[in-house]
């Protein structure tokens, strides 16, 4: 597959969800509380500078942005033009907030602009995962941390479902395991700071610049 035809499909997919990203029910639940799992180990302070790659429509940015008291700058990006808009609107009183139609692989903003990045349950939708993982890298100042968390393919369990859902869902590349995120941060230039389960095979992958 084409990078265009991928970035094609994902855009269509992902431009649906948005008429329905903020419902509620149990998949819904499932993806705040995972999201909220992921907030709660980050050490947030005030007049950060924070980006949610993958950010849908912005939940998990308004979150982050509450708990420093609304300080700072926060940025969201996703591939989906129906995501940002939405992400747009739920957010259009704050003069601190910006939403960026963009591709993780090639994000329009400059080197060593944040303290904390974050990916969640987006990054094995990226066709080119090192050129995601390097762009994470540019973006973050020194000392600064990215969380990133995905299904992660340490079972033999998870490597079949992986399969399926290849074989079901075009949009879909790979779950990685821990030790090839690992390897992924590693090769961008960044320490690797380990990872946390927070569901079974679920798990936040962190590394610091």
């Avoid at 987006?122 to 890298?137: D, G």
């Amino acid at each position: 597959m084409t990078d265009s035809e991928h970035n094609r499909i994902n855009e269509e997919k992902w431009d649906k969800w948005a008429k329905v990203a903020d419902g509620k029910g149990a998949m819904f639940d499932y993806l705040r509380k995972a999201q909220s799992a992921l907030i709660s180990m980050i050490d947030i302070e005030e007049d950060l500078t924070f980006l949610d790659i993958g950010c849908g429509t912005g939940w998990a940015v308004g979150q982050v942005a509450q708990t420093a008291a609304y300080t700072g700058t926060f940025y969201g990006v996703d591939l989906s033009q129906g995501m940002i808009d939405k992400a747009r609107m739920n957010f259009n009183a704050y003069g601190n907030f910006h939403f960026i139609r963009a591709n993780a692989e090639s994000i329009p903003l400059d080197d060593n602009t944040f303290n904390i990045i974050i990916c969640t349950n987006s990054f094995h939708h990226y066709l080119h995962p090192h050129k995601a993982m390097k762009e994470m890298s540019r973006l973050l100042k020194p000392g600064g941390k990215i969380y990133i968390l995905d299904p992660t393919a340490d079972t033999l369990l998870i490597r079949l479902i992986d399969k399926i859902i290849r074989f079901l869902e075009p949009q879909h590349v790979k779950l990685y395991s821990t030790e090839e995120f690992k390897n992924l941060i590693l090769d961008s230039g960044l320490k690797y700071s380990g990872s946390k389960e927070i569901a079974p095979s679920e798990k936040v992958h962190m590394g610091q610049k």
